[in-house]
């Protein structure tokens, strides 16, 4: 319900007095086709505007400073302890020894476990850096400020969304490339993960698979 009516992510059910974020997907899909035309045209000058960039990430700002109310905040942070929980029991020594197979991690039980049960091959490395990508996004929405951002903070924005665009567009690739057969699982798509400015659990832990998150 939460990614429904913030992200438009998803087919959960929403209330009937609940309005659903229509716009986001077009917004957000503006400031990925600006940050590209921005690294198209960088290639080849030096002097290129971050005005078109700028503007997206505004509209993208309010459009989600304007969903994000009510219960969404507590919500999220719900979602988040439950992450944490689940990437717990996935990196448990018994998980580990039984599905992690020779690379010993989460992402390798993932895999194993959705082949064996689910009879689906899932891209981990892709999923995972939508997960993290987007999220270095997000926190670049929250936080941004035209009047105060920084070179670097602008330049990890680029590297970020054109880690993200790539593994969006593998991901897609492979699920469109391959046929599962009748009545099996199809994987889904994972919802972009994003930070807001609130009391998250801490994630970044020795050894953690989202140390980089």
């Known amino acids: 319900m939460l990614y429904k009516r ?20 077009a917004l957000w899909h503006q400031l990925m086709t600006e940050i590209t035309e921005y690294i198209r045209k960088a290639e080849a000058s030096s002097s290129i505007s971050r005005a078109s960039v700028f503007q997206a990430t505004k509209n993208l700002q309010f459009n989600l400073s ?5 219960m969404a905040r507590i919500q999220v942070t719900e979602d988040y302890a ?20 020779r690379r010993k991690s989460c ?18 490395s892709n999923i995972r850096t939508l997960a993290v990508e987007g999220n270095k996004i997000f926190q670049w929405l929250a936080n941004f400020d035209e009047g105060k951002t920084q070179d670097q903070e602008f330049q990890q924005l680029l ?3 054109e880690a993200w665009i790539i593994a969006q ?9 391959s046929q599962a057969p009748q009545n099996s ?5 994972m919802p972009d993960l994003f930070n807001n400015n609130m009391n ?14």
């Open 200 to 213: 998250f659990p801490n994630f970044e832990q020795k050894g953690d698979d989202f140390a980089d998150w």
């Open 66 to 70: 304007e969903h994000m109310k009510g």
């Open 107 to 124: 992402w390798s039980v993932i895999e194993q476990v959705a082949k064996e049960d689910l009879r689906t091959v899932i891209s981990t």
């Open 82 to 101: 439950h992450l944490k929980a689940a990437l717990e029991l996935l990196n448990s020594p018994e998980m580990i020894d039984n599905f992690g197979g």
């Open 169 to 177: 567009a593998s991901l897609e690739s492979n699920n469109n490339s």
């Open 6 to 25: 913030v992200l438009n992510k998803g087919d959960g059910q929403i209330l009937s007095m609940m309005v659903v974020n229509d716009a986001f997907p």
């Open 185 to 189: 699982a199809q994987p889904q798509k």
């Open 159 to 161: 590297q970020s969304a």
